[in-house]
């Protein structure tokens, strides 16, 4: 039997050369072809034609093209089912729009775009609330066309169950079928190898202890108090570095997005800390992070507790359970609470500077406690292999179904385009008929005839 064709359309770059610059968008959705290749579908992933590619195939059988509005159209016409981020309207809105109604159209709603953007607060008032009703538009072009929705988490699951109701998609003949399914962003199985020396013996002592933050400093993180504690605990303990890793996210072109990062980086040149104490490092390529992962003591997380971190799923969370180190992370969010029922995470209660030492100091004097959590982390990797949590997904792909309530509404088109096409040759037999008998009755006794016999007609059809 042939298999179904899929396409993932990913906004970001993909991971497929060795130095690959990435971000996370585009490493879910090669996370997510990687798992659905290894379950028997055959997938393409299309990248944003801004981003090079290497290659047209990937060693695993997934295979890479590019993307543009041009050419996106025809592209959609040689798969059988088609993947989209919601989180990009224009996108969204386009494939709504295009695909054919008979496709399935999974719509991943991973990324809880409705509040992310309101956690921003980077142009002010009055300009987000006109800029977020005018998105708001496109991102609920996904909702009455899609017919197999992606979500992170139970938070985000209950989350869209509520918009989908409002939007009239959870209904009797979607009741008992899922239309929406959690998907998290998963882990490759892949073995965790140290292949060189990045941070410890090469920008600070072999010997030191290694507090990794790494990712984008984004306005819902709260680096302000860690960078207040390392302040206060550089004095007694001058051999506990912070290494502040990818901060600034090279495809963020938001200026004021990237705040955080220029107030920390300014922070640490005004107390005389910078490459002594804190160190910033740029984005590195994605393929080297294992480095970084195995070398760091701890990794840190620090977020406010805001309705954003309660629907959140953090990409970097789970990369860091793939890396195997210690997180010391605020909580409120699914997977950093998860991970803490499962001993293989530390969480404070509050962000603040004294609970911040308090617990790099109690983690810088267990040395046996970093032990034991890693291995925590390596029986929890196993519950997110790409491969196990796309099972459902690649079973829908594989259905070829759309859901119940589209396929009853384009059935019952279809049955009204019959009926409609019955009833006009019905009325082209009518029209035939009239117009021979009208000739014959000119013929046979003219025209005054003729008018009498249609003003009858008129009356008595």
């Known amino acids: 039997m042939k298999k179904r064709k899929l396409l993932i359309i990913s906004v970001g770059p993909v991971p497929v050369s060795n130095k690959s610059i990435v971000e996370g968008g585009g490493l879910r959705a090669w996370g997510l072809a990687q798992g659905l290749a290894k379950n028997g579908v055959d997938v393409t992933v299309a990248v944003l034609e801004s981003y090079e590619i290497s290659k047209t195939e990937h060693e695993s059988g997934v295979k890479i093209c590019q993307w543009n509005f041009g050419n996106l159209g025809s592209l959609l016409e040689r798969f059988d089912s088609v993947y989209v981020p919601y989180s990009h309207g224009d996108l969204m809105e386009f494939v709504a729009s295009n695909l054919d109604k008979q496709k399935q159209l999974i719509v991943d709603l991973y990324v809880p775009i409705y509040i992310e953007v309101l956690a921003r607060k980077i142009k002010g008032l009055v300009v987000e609330y006109e800029q977020y009703m005018n998105d708001l538009a496109r991102w609920n072009k996904a909702f009455p066309r899609g017919d197999y929705f992606l979500c992170a988490s139970e938070a985000q699951y209950h989350f869209y169950n509520g918009a989908l109701s409002v939007m009239g998609r959870m209904n009797p003949k979607t009741f008992e079928t899922k239309i929406l399914d959690v998907v998290p962003y998963g882990i490759h199985n892949q073995s965790l190898v140290h292949e060189k020396n990045v941070c410890k013996g090469v920008l600070i002592e072999k010997s030191d202890f290694m507090v990794l933050w790494f990712g984008g400093l984004y306005p819902w993180f709260d680096i302000k108090p860690l960078l207040g504690a390392m302040k206060k605990i550089s004095p007694d303990h001058p051999d506990i570095k912070l ?181 006009m040759g019905e009325k082209d037999k009518n029209v035939g008929y009239l117009i021979k008998m009208s000739a014959k009755i000119l013929i046979r006794r003219g025209p005054r005839a003729l008018i009498k016999k249609i003003l009858n007609y008129k009356k008595n059809p």
């Open 243 to 423: 290494v502040i890793l990818g901060g600034k996210n090279p495809f963020v072109t938001e200026k004021n997005f990237m705040q955080q990062y220029d107030f920390a980086l300014e922070f640490a040149k005004k107390e005389n800390m910078l490459d002594k104490n804190i160190f910033f490092i740029d984005w590195i390529p994605y393929e080297e992070r294992n480095n970084w992962y195995m070398e760091a003591d701890i990794v840190i997380n620090l977020h406010h507790k805001t309705r954003e971190t309660i629907y959140s799923w953090r990409t970097r969370i789970v990369d860091f359970i793939w890396g195997e180190v210690l997180i010391l992370s605020t909580g409120g969010d699914e997977a950093t609470e998860y991970l803490a029922k499962k001993n293989a995470a530390v969480l404070l209660n509050e962000n603040t500077e004294e609970e911040i030492i308090e617990k790099i100091k109690d983690i810088f004097g267990k040395r046996e406690l970093i032990a034991q959590i890693k291995k925590n982390l390596k029986k929890v990797k196993e519950e997110f292999y790409w491969e196990r949590i796309t099972k459902g997904l690649a079973g829908f792909v594989k259905s070829g179904k759309v859901s119940p309530d589209r396929k009853a509404l384009l059935e019952s088109k279809l049955s009204d385009k019959k009926e409609n096409e019955a009833n």
